[in-house]
């Protein structure tokens, strides 16, 4: 591993937007705050397609100019692996990862487990009896997330229907503003959204058919307060800060580095100031359970999906 003068090079890897009022942008605020140390050359690559050639290409090209490079997403959980074995000498680190190889390491900060929370949350603000997910990418923190909000919202109420669906885009509101009207229109009036740019789409819906919202990642309460009634809250950006210290440290950490409900905040359901008092006790007495191992999250779905009508 080169040292380039006193400092390390390291690239960081963005599929799809940077600034995407979600997942990435959420992630670049760490590499924002690394970007202001004096042992770290940064290089940041964004916008690569979603696609294996695509990312491949991304990978190897960061890794010969750089000493080593983390990937942003669970998306570099399948392309990742091969590259960091053809480069020995680099190390590699994927946020929100579940790969570890001897020079690859994985940060995992559970977003589920705010999705646990918002989903008992949907549970017992829903009128209908019907709530909706909508995610975009079918990658494990995103398949892990909807898990999570279905066994939360069952944790609740079993007879709740929920209307789950990943939409295969993170960035295109058109089809995500579709996707989210199609499942107010059958029922759901709580909304539970994974999404990244697309987000503003399920917005207008949710604004247009006077359906509420629960974001994930950034803090939607304060952004959209009108339409948001909670933020499923995950500091990705964490991940990112200790991937980078850990690659100047020189370690390889032998299995996944976990952060959740137990660690400062990382993980986090935020209410809005509308959520009655007994309600918000009632969601942070279920969070302190989380932490304290006393309430198991699933990480698998085998339900049925929605799909709106052509």
Same mark, same amino acid.
């Given at each position: 591993?080169?040292?380039?003068? @006193?400092?390390r090079?390291?690239?960081?890897?963005?599929?799809?937007?940077?600034?995407?009022?979600?997942?990435?942008?959420?992630?670049?605020?760490?590499?924002?705050?690394?970007?202001?140390?004096?042992?770290?050359?940064?290089?940041?690559?964004?916008?690569?397609?979603?696609?294996?050639? /695509?990312?491949? /290409?991304?990978?190897?090209?960061?890794?010969?100019?750089?000493? !080593?490079?983390? *990937?942003?997403?669970?998306q570099?959980?399948?392309?990742?692996?091969? $590259?960091?074995?053809?480069?020995?000498?680099? &190390?590699?680190?994927?946020?929100?990862?579940e790969?570890?190889?001897?020079?690859?390491? !994985?940060?995992?900060?559970?977003q589920?487990?705010?999705?646990?929370? %918002?989903?008992?949350?949907?549970?017992?603000?829903?009128?209908?009896?019907?709530?909706?997910?909508? !995610?975009?990418?079918?990658?494990?923190?995103?398949? =892990?997330?909807?898990? %999570?909000?279905?066994?939360?919202?069952?944790h609740?109420?079993?007879? $709740?229907?929920?209307?789950?669906? *990943?939409?295969? @885009?993170?960035? &295109?509101?058109?089809?995500?503003?579709?996707?989210?009207?199609?499942?107010? =229109? /059958?029922? %759901?009036?709580?909304?539970?959204?994974?999404?990244n740019?697309?987000?503003?789409?399920? $917005?207008?819906?949710?604004?247009?058919?006077?359906?509420?919202?629960?974001?994930?990642?950034?803090?939607?309460?304060?952004?959209?307060?009108?339409?948001?009634?909670?933020? %499923?809250?995950?500091?990705? &950006?964490?991940?990112?800060?200790?991937?980078?210290?850990?690659?100047?440290?020189?370690?390889?950490?032998?299995?996944?580095?976990?952060?959740?409900?137990?660690?400062?905040?990382?993980?986090?359901?935020?209410?809005?100031?509308?959520?009655?008092?007994?309600?918000?006790?009632d969601?942070?007495?279920?969070?302190?359970?989380?932490?304290l191992?006393?309430?198991?999250?699933?990480? &698998?779905?085998?339900?049925?999906? *929605?799909?709106?009508?052509?």
């Open positions: 591993m080169t040292l380039h003068g @006193t400092k090079k390291i690239a960081v890897l963005f599929v799809g937007e940077l600034h995407d009022s979600g997942f990435n942008a959420c992630a670049f605020q760490g590499v924002e705050r690394l970007q202001k140390r004096d042992d770290i050359c940064l290089e940041v690559i964004t916008g690569v397609p979603f696609e294996a050639q /695509a990312m491949t /290409a991304a990978l190897t090209g960061a890794a010969n100019r750089n000493d !080593s490079v983390i *990937f942003i997403g669970g570099g959980n399948s392309v990742t692996p091969p $590259i960091a074995k053809s480069f020995p000498h680099r &190390d590699f680190a994927v946020v929100q990862g790969v570890i190889g001897p020079n690859l390491a !994985s940060y995992d900060v559970l589920e487990q705010s999705a646990f929370l %918002a989903g008992c949350l949907a549970a017992r603000l829903t009128r209908s009896g019907v709530v909706g997910h909508l !995610s975009g990418h079918r990658v494990t923190p995103g398949l =892990k997330g909807r898990a %999570a909000f279905v066994a939360g919202v069952a609740m109420d079993p007879s $709740i229907q929920v209307l789950t669906g *990943f939409c295969g @885009t993170q960035d &295109d509101n058109c089809v995500s503003q579709t996707w989210a009207e199609a499942e107010i =229109k /059958a029922g %759901a009036d709580v909304l539970f959204t994974m999404l740019a697309a987000r503003n789409g399920a $917005i207008t819906a949710c604004r247009n058919l006077g359906a509420v919202q629960i974001g994930n990642v950034l803090n939607w309460c304060e952004i959209e307060p009108d339409v948001f009634i909670a933020s %499923a809250l995950a500091r990705i &950006d964490r991940g990112v800060e200790h991937a980078a210290l850990d690659m100047i440290a020189g370690n390889v950490p032998d299995q996944v580095c976990h952060y959740g409900l137990q660690d400062n905040d990382i993980v986090s359901l935020s209410l809005a100031a509308r959520v009655p008092e007994e309600l918000a006790y969601i942070a007495r279920i969070g302190q359970k989380i932490a191992g006393e309430i198991m999250i699933p990480i &698998d779905y085998d339900g049925t999906e *929605f799909l709106p009508e052509s």
